[in-house]
């Protein structure tokens, strides 16, 4: 099972915008580009919501059959290992093994021996086509990337094998994730890690590294654009690099996570793709919800009435719903509207100030942030939120569709073959 070359992870929380999102990549195939649909949820994000894989499967194959959707799409397990992976292995078909948290254990003396063994042919100066500079390989580079990350690739084979066990190999895609890692990673580290990979046999056809600067949910990118730019068109010097030296498969590609409003990297992201000709997968992730939340904003009344009643709960539970999301969020407290303030706002200031417009002087990314984690109040009130959510449909629709084109298929897809 190959991923096409161009990819986006769209994430639906409450199962309801498939054909929203669909039509976004509908509208981007009559212009000529091709991209297919993954929708990832992730355990966290089931659980938090009470929803089993077996939801999103049905969601997808209901918009895929409202939309005459003929071209492949895919089921993610988003970020899983070994203790979340056997629930998602019917239903999904494309694995993100998250191995973050096995990142720095311990590895035995004579794993990491055959490793740097095998791995002695490069030692030197390695030159990588069109990498900005050769790499310096030496014997303490490749025994750090053993000790640091030779053990989390080896859990990435026990899920692999897992998966291929009940699935069978070739019957899924497999993303293998480091993001959540606490440093990133450089793409001389990428290389050995994929030479790690490829001696576990993992079919890898994504791969998302920590990049340098901070991926925030649902906000525009913060760090240094020019020193990212530098290291991701690196990073696809690798991947390119890495499948012909190891053998890895030619889909290779990286993938972008908490991708969705990184408007400020998009143009440097598309012109290095084009540049190198690679693939590319991003990860929109969960800010589908807060088109929804928007959506029943600009409906006003009884709608933007719910939207300001979910903010007010929230905002008592702060700790609790950030939690989760803390290595992914930078919220500033006291850039937090009062609930009693909310409260007597019109649709069209809840509806500015929640949406990424970087342009409109009321938008917050405090206030867009805290909506982004606070989902599980909307998934307690059950009978009516999943009301409200039909009642606003259409407006809704139109919402996450534009989102998902004009923001960001558009700015990083388009005109790309
Ligand atoms: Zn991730």
């Known amino acids: 099972m190959n991923l096409p070359k161009y990819s986006i992870g769209v994430g639906d929380r409450f199962g309801l915008e498939g054909a929203a999102q669909l039509r976004a990549l509908q509208r981007a195939a009559s212009e000529g580009v091709r991209v297919v649909p993954v929708w990832n949820k992730s355990n966290r994000e089931h659980s938090i919501i009470g929803t089993r894989p077996e939801d999103t499967r049905r969601a997808a194959e209901a918009a895929v059959k409202a939309c005459g959707w003929t071209d492949p799409y895919y089921l993610d397990a988003d970020h899983i290992g070994l203790a979340t992976v056997d629930e998602y292995v019917v239903p999904c078909d494309f694995f993100t093994i998250d191995v973050a948290d096995f990142i720095g254990k311990p590895v035995d003396g004579p794993a990491a021996q055959a490793f740097v063994g095998s791995m002695e042919k490069f030692l030197g100066s390695l030159s990588i086509p069109r990498m900005r500079s050769p790499v310096r390989v030496s014997g303490e580079l490749l025994t750090a990337v053993a000790q640091k990350y030779l053990a989390a690739i080896s859990e990435a084979g026990k899920v692999y094998r897992r998966i291929a066990e009940r699935k069978g190999s070739g019957n899924f895609v497999t993303e293998i994730s480091l993001d959540e890692a606490d440093r990133p990673q450089s793409p001389a580290e990428l290389f050995f890690i994929l030479a790690a990979v490829a001696r576990e046999k993992i079919p890898v056809q994504t791969i998302a590294p920590k990049f340098t600067g901070e991926f925030l949910k649902g906000i525009d990118y913060v760090g240094d654009p020019g020193r990212f730019n530098g290291e991701f068109r690196d990073d696809l010097a690798v991947i390119a690099h890495a499948v012909a030296a190891f053998g890895l498969p030619s889909s290779l590609k990286l993938s972008v996570h908490s991708g969705s409003d990184k408007f400020?990297?998009?143009?440097?992201?598309?012109?290095?793709?084009?540049?190198?000709?690679?693939?590319?997968?991003?990860?929109?992730?969960?800010?589908?919800?807060?088109?929804?939340?928007?959506?029943?904003?600009?409906?006003?009344?009884?709608?933007?009435?719910?939207?300001?009643?979910?903010?007010?709960?929230?905002?008592?539970?702060?700790?609790?719903?950030?939690?989760?999301?803390?290595?992914?969020?930078?919220?500033?407290?006291?850039?937090?509207?009062?609930?009693?303030?909310?409260?007597?706002?019109?649709?069209?200031?809840?509806?500015?100030?929640?949406?990424?417009?970087?342009?409109?002087?009321?938008?917050?990314?405090?206030?867009r942030q805290f909506v982004h984690v606070s989902f599980r109040v909307a998934a307690e009130m059950d009978g009516r939120w999943t009301h409200m959510l039909q009642a606003c449909r259409a407006v809704i629709e139109q919402n996450v569709t534009m989102n998902i084109y004009d923001r960001h298929v558009k700015p990083l897809f388009a005109g790309l073959r």
Not at 276 to 305: C, N, P, R, Y
Not at 338 to 358: C, I, S
């Open 264 to 367: 400020t990297l998009y143009p440097l992201i598309r012109q290095a793709v084009e540049d190198f000709d690679a693939g590319l997968h991003v990860k929109t992730a969960g800010t589908t919800w807060l088109e929804e939340m928007i959506g029943l904003a600009e409906s006003d009344g009884d709608a933007l009435q719910l939207a300001k009643d979910i903010y007010a709960d929230a905002f008592t539970r702060y700790e609790e719903l950030c939690r989760p999301y803390v290595p992914v969020i930078r919220i500033d407290r006291t850039r937090l509207p009062a609930p009693r303030e909310v409260g007597a706002w019109d649709a069209r200031q809840f509806v500015e100030t929640l949406r990424h417009d970087p342009s409109c002087p009321r938008y917050n990314i405090h206030f």
